[in-house]
């Protein structure tokens, strides 16, 4: 597969405005995917925020294999990052975050106490790649519509300061993607979780890469679903199309079937599913 660039202008000039502002900032939230954590991690960032603080929240949590979430929990603890399954959509796990924010501020927060400073709120910066769901948990956090929610990667295209309650505040920023992907695994693992726009991959070598991971990992994943022991992803997609009756002039219409497999693996219908473990 061949370097995609793919880098549109307001992402630039929000990796800009994230760094004029990372000195106003007390701890970074950084926003993944729990089904694939180092994919939609972005290197950016990490030379954003320096030594600021990090916490990691694994979003999606209900659509990821639980034992290897598990995993990625303490592969982050052991690098001395704390790191949450949540899922902005329930709720669930978010109460967690302003508490361990606090923990992990501890001990500024006492510093700031010795010196007679009043205490104030704390000042996060909410990061991550376009898709991930901070839209949907900064309205979660902040238990009304502040953020703008789309279906689509890069919707919110500017920044904006969101009082969550008296000890929290949010600076939202835009989903920032790298300028390339060099990792093939990369880009198939975010295009898979829709995370980038269907047209920058080819969308039947995403489906093809998919269907070899599954019967790879999670064989029972697509038997189940589509009923096909078949471990040949072409014979996959056909045995989908006549199941779903996608035939056309009497033969599979490939592209409907590509749209129902990846909707329905993004959609949680195959099982909780991980795509990477960490190392």
């Not at 109460?95 to 704390?122: C, H, P």
């Amino acid at each position: 597969m061949k370097t995609i660039q793919w880098f549109p202008g307001h992402m630039q000039k929000a990796r800009r405005l994230m760094k004029e502002k990372i000195n106003l900032i007390d701890i970074i939230f950084e926003l993944v995917d729990a089904r694939i954590p180092f994919s939609s991690t972005n290197p950016f960032v990490l030379d954003i925020i320096g030594t600021k603080p990090k916490m990691v929240l694994l979003n999606k949590a209900d659509k990821a294999d639980p034992l290897v979430t598990e995993k990625w929990i303490k592969y982050f603890k052991d690098n001395g990052i704390p790191a949450i399954p949540i899922n902005s959509l329930s709720g669930d796990g978010v109460r967690k975050i302003s508490v361990t924010a606090k923990e992990v501020l501890k001990d500024k927060i006492d510093r700031d106490k010795e010196k007679g400073l009043k205490e104030k709120a704390i000042r996060a910066m909410i990061v991550g790649i376009p898709n991930v769901g901070k839209s949907t948990l900064i309205n979660r956090l902040a238990k009304k519509k502040v953020a703008r929610i789309g279906d689509k990667p890069g919707v919110t295209k500017s920044q904006q300061w969101i009082k969550v309650d008296d000890n929290l505040e949010l600076l939202d920023t835009p989903g920032i993607l790298w300028n390339k992907f060099e990792d093939k695994q990369i880009g198939f693992n975010l295009a898979l979780t829709g995370a980038i726009r269907d047209e920058i991959l080819p969308v039947d070598d995403v489906c093809i890469y998919g269907i070899n991971y599954l019967n790879r990992n999670y064989p029972d994943a697509i038997s189940n679903r589509f009923k096909t022991a078949s471990m040949d992803a072409i014979e996959v997609l056909d045995s989908i199309g006549k199941l779903r009756g996608c035939i056309r002039g009497g033969e599979v219409d490939y592209e409907r079937v590509y749209t129902i497999f990846l909707n329905e693996l993004r959609g949680g219908q195959l099982g909780r599913l991980s795509f990477e473990v960490p190392n």
